[in-house]
């Protein structure tokens, strides 16, 4: 092959390399699926198996994120060199606040797949609730969670959310609710469920099976 008609195919190389490593918004990178999107949050259920990378993706939201599964998990900022790895636990949270786009990926080194629920939000609040329905364990501008880990039989105090909010199992387990009415439903949910709940409701959470059990609840401010 002559130069002159190799030089365009080393340029054609570089040009696919340099596009597969441009960053993309997180609800387009591949692992990152979206499971629910409305006027107020998207949510992304993040399936990452072990030996795996992300592409780089770029947040430009608050959010929220609860981990699913144990692994070990590294971080890598754009143009930076990898994290050191660190381990997930079920349950683990994190609220974060993004003034400006943040990039990264995330590799996963074993021995499990990766699995987190990312919550973010579309609005900060003008004019943010200054009443939180229960202890906060998390919080960014745009939300706050509760959490609550639940022995078989317990429940949570009554509480009242006055603002929408997604509450999220980390656990399989039975879960009860009653309402301020009296009025109960129990439901048995997997790791990963969640529902979006735009009303005001006042209810406590109950533990009805025979495991611990543990649900999130993140609610804008």
Do not use: C
């Amino acid at each position: 092959m002559k130069a002159y008609r190799l030089f365009p195919l080393i340029l054609s190389v570089v040009a696919v390399r340099t596009a597969a490593q441009a960053p993309v918004p997180v609800e387009q990178e591949p692992h990152h699926h979206v499971v629910l999107k409305n006027d107020d949050v998207i949510v992304m259920h993040v399936i990452l198996p072990a030996g795996e990378s992300t592409l780089y993706h770029t947040h430009s939201r608050d959010r929220v994120s609860v981990a699913l599964t144990s692994t070990s998990l590294a971080q890598q900022e754009l143009n930076k060199p990898e994290g050191k790895p660190g381990t997930t636990h079920p349950g683990d949270t994190s609220a974060i606040t993004t003034d400006e786009p943040y990039t990264h990926r995330l590799h996963n080194l074993g021995p499990a797949t990766f699995e987190v629920i990312d919550v973010e939000f579309f609005h900060r609040p003008e004019n943010p609730s200054s009443k939180a329905a229960a202890p906060v364990a998390a919080e960014d501008r745009s939300a706050r969670v509760y959490k609550w880990t639940l022995e078989p039989g317990a429940k949570t105090p009554m509480h009242a959310h006055e603002r929408p909010y997604v509450i999220l199992a980390v656990t399989p387990m039975q879960l009860k609710m009653t309402a301020s009415d009296g009025g109960t439903f129990t439901h048995e949910v997997k790791a990963g469920d969640f529902h979006w709940v735009d009303a005001k409701v006042t209810h406590t959470l109950e533990n009805a099976g025979n495991t611990e059990g543990e649900i999130v609840e993140i609610e804008l401010k």
